[in-house]
Nanobody, 118 residues
Framework: QVQLIESGGGSVQAGDSLKLSCVAS????????MEWFRQAPGLQREWVAG???????DYADSVKGRFAISRDNAENTIYLQMNSLKPEDTAVYYC????????????WGRGTQVTVSS
């Protein structure tokens, strides 16, 4: 079982940038694919981006070209650099740790709020 804590959210204006962090503890960080999700009020949870243990990276079409995910295995941390933010990016952002071999999610963070005003 891994514990995850997100940080870096805040309230910004459209076009601004934010960088989210997610620190993992209690697990072997290099065993996991790490992912970011988000959930806006009244909407379903949406997958945003993932960085596999191999380093392979992928993004949802809605954020491609604007967001960048990265991982620092030495610090047990993943990041989400968010640029050119739009009001539709407003959501609670969650990080999750997934065992690559099974697809099982071993841990979820409690989320950090991102609010983008027009």
């Amino acid at each position: 079982q891994v514990q995850l804590i997100e940080s870096g959210g805040g309230s910004v204006q459209a076009g601004d940038s934010l960088k989210l962090s997610c620190v993992a503890s209690g697990g072997t960080f290099t065993s996991y694919d790490m992912e970011w999700f988000r959930q806006a009020p009244g909407l379903q949870r949406e997958w945003v981006a993932g960085v596999a243990k191999s380093g392979n990276i992928d993004y949802a079409d809605s954020v491609k070209g604007r967001f960048a995910i990265s991982r620092d295995n030495a610090e047990n941390t993943i990041y989400l650099q968010m640029n050119s933010l739009k009001p539709e990016d407003t959501a609670v952002y969650y990080c999750a740790a997934k065992f690559a071999w099974s697809g099982y999610y071993d841990g979820w963070g409690r989320g950090t709020q991102v609010t983008v005003s027009s």
